[in-house]
């Protein structure tokens, strides 16, 4: 892969929420095209896309197959870039979780609810619920084995070198819609997963969930070079304000990786165009953004 582009050794990209219906000509089907193609067209060599969960908007069956669809007819018009996939609380919500797990591995041939994946020389952990709690059903519940997976993968990681990981929930009181007031946030083990992410620097989170718009405060937590950086990735599908207000539009994550730095770089797909407000340089304890920081 030829990414040496001024010092960069390797991009990809991060969508979430794309809510895929069984519509075809649904706002949220076509912004997933969209999406897909703009990839395409601007990063043909990217590492892959790395989509943060709520693939689909009740996980049924016929959803996945027009998300497939919308996959191939992509593929067809030239998309050559990867998919990898977390799960949402969405994609667990047409039935019970074990066929809910099974139909999200069978459409998209990842291995499990949580896996692990080495591209070029960088790791990336994606992290999933295993179970669907009828009073929690938009919390994420990660197992004990989940959580000792993700500490022992991070504990053999290659020091000082990132490691991204992918979860559709946000912790609690750290990006954009995850404030105890907003209501958004959604990991049942908070306390557990926040106290091994916050051991290891080098790990770049990237959640869903919320829908909150690029630029909106909070859009990075951390990344100091002392505490993990926990990014926002706004939606693919639709967008959410801190009006607490549903707004059209399509957005997530362009990222480019450097020798010293990684720098993440917010796209409205919708009207094709960089969003000047989210663009964050992480590395060598130096953190700058258009947006706010918490």
Avoid at 18 to 47: C, G, K, W, Y
Avoid at 78 to 86: D, E, K, N, Q, S
Avoid at 185 to 195: N, R
Wanted: charge should be negative.
């Amino acid at each position: 892969m030829n990414m040496q582009q001024n010092g960069r050794r390797a991009c990809f990209q991060v969508i979430t929420d794309t809510h895929v219906t069984m519509d075809a000509q649904h706002v949220h089907n076509r912004n997933f095209e969209r999406a897909l193609l703009d990839i395409a067209a601007l990063e043909p060599d990217s590492m892959g896309i790395m989509h943060v969960g709520d693939i689909t908007d009740h996980g049924w069956e016929e959803e996945y197959v027009e998300m497939a669809r919308i996959w191939e007819q992509c593929r067809e018009r030239g998309l050559t870039v990867p998919i990898r996939f977390a799960h949402g609380n969405h994609d667990l919500f047409g039935g019970e979780t074990v066929a809910q797990l099974e139909r999200f591995q069978r459409f998209t041939a990842m291995p499990g609810p949580y896996h692990a994946h080495e591209v070029d020389g960088y790791l990336f952990l994606f992290l999933g619920s295993e179970q669907a709690e009828p009073e929690r059903k938009d919390f994420a519940y990660l197992s004990v084995e989940q959580l000792n997976w993700l500490e022992q993968r991070l504990k053999s990681a290659e020091a000082g070198k990132p490691v991204f990981v992918f979860l559709h929930q946000p912790l609690m009181n750290t990006v954009s819609g995850s404030l105890e007031a907003q209501g958004w946030h959604g990991v049942i083990q908070d306390e557990e997963l926040h106290a091994i992410v916050r051991r290891y620097p080098q790990v770049i989170l990237f959640s869903g969930h919320t829908h909150w718009e690029l630029g909106a405060p909070h859009a990075l937590h951390g990344g100091d070079g002392h505490s993990p950086a926990m990014l926002n990735a706004a939606s693919v599908g639709y967008l959410w304000t801190d009006e607490d207000e549903h707004k059209s539009g399509s957005q997530g994550f362009f990222v480019d990786i450097y020798e010293d730095r990684v720098i993440v770089k917010g796209r409205d797909f919708e009207g094709g165009r960089w969003v000047e407000s989210a663009v964050i340089e992480l590395g060598r304890g130096v953190q700058e953004t258009g947006g706010t920081r918490s």
